[in-house]
T-cell receptor, first 112, second 114 residues
Framework: GEDVEQSLFLSVREGDSSVINCTYTDSSSTYLYWYKQEPGAGLQLLTYIFSNMDMKQDQRLTVLLNKKDKHLSLRIADTQTGDSAIYFCALTSGGGADGLTFGKGTHLIIQP | DTGVSQDPRHKITKRGQNVTFRCDPISEHNRLYWYRQTLGQGPEFLTYFQNEAQLEKSRLLSDRFSAERPKGSFSTLEIQRTEQGDSAMYLC????????????FGQGTRLTVV
């Protein structure tokens, strides 16, 4: 089945950019997502990208997709303390039958 | 309608008891999904419905797990004869059909089996 890998932790200084990386194995993945989860809360959809795109920008968020290397990244510009959370990469083939396949999540830690 | 609603938020039960969780999706969403999330892991897909039809259930963890969506609106997830390994967060999500890009999650039900 699909395998989605993420680093478990990322520490950045407030005001710097954060780059969270994700690699996956299934080249048929058609939709790729980033979700944010704060302590005790559900998952918040941040942004997504279709597999026929290589970049998507939405305010402070930039998603880059390298299909050849099966690598997805999320860049958060001007990282704030409110960005402290777990960030999940998730994939689907789009048909809905398999739901979303998630990575284990990256804990983003903000240093003052 | 403020989003996907799950009830209860927390459930503590004794091993061997049955538990049932409820999910109310966003009202215009036809698709409804259940996931399980254990500590330190990402959510794991269990099953999904389109309207009242359960279109995928092979990923339910065992025959102790079952889900229903009888009228195509709210859904329930039941776990029979709970085990300590069932302790987890159970998440519900909903989306428009064919719009997997916009699956919205509820806040989850945290189950503790003692």
């Amino acid at each position: 089945g699909e395998d989605v890998e993420q680093s478990l932790f990322l520490s950045v200084r407030e005001g710097d950019s954060s780059v969270i990386n994700c690699t996956y194995t299934d080249s048929s993945s058609t939709y790729l997502y980033w979700y944010k989860q704060e302590p005790g809360a559900g998952l918040q959809l941040l942004t997504y990208i279709f597999s026929n795109m290589d970049m998507k920008q939405d305010q402070r968020l930039t998603v880059l997709l390298n299909k050849k290397d099966k690598h997805l990244s999320l860049r958060i510009a001007d990282t704030q303390t409110g960005d402290s959370a777990i960030y999940f990469c998730a994939l689907t083939s789009g048909g809905g039958a398999d739901g979303l396949t998630f990575g284990k999540g990256t804990h983003l830690i903000i240093q003052p | 309608d403020t989003g996907v609603s799950q009830d209860p938020r927390h459930k503590i039960t004794k091993r061997g008891q049955n538990v049932t969780f409820r999910c109310d999706p966003i009202s215009e969403h036809n698709r409804l999904y259940w996931y399980r999330q254990t500590l330190g892991q990402g959510p794991e897909f269990l099953t999904y419905f389109q309207n009242e039809a359960q279109l995928e259930k092979s990923r339910l963890l065992s025959d102790r797990f079952s889900a229903e969506r009888p009228k195509g609106s709210f859904s329930t997830l039941e776990i029979q004869r709970t085990e300590q390994g069932d302790s987890a967060m159970y998440l519900c999500a909903s989306s428009f059909p064919g719009r997997n890009t916009e699956a919205f999650f509820g806040q989850g039900t945290r189950l503790t089996v003692v």
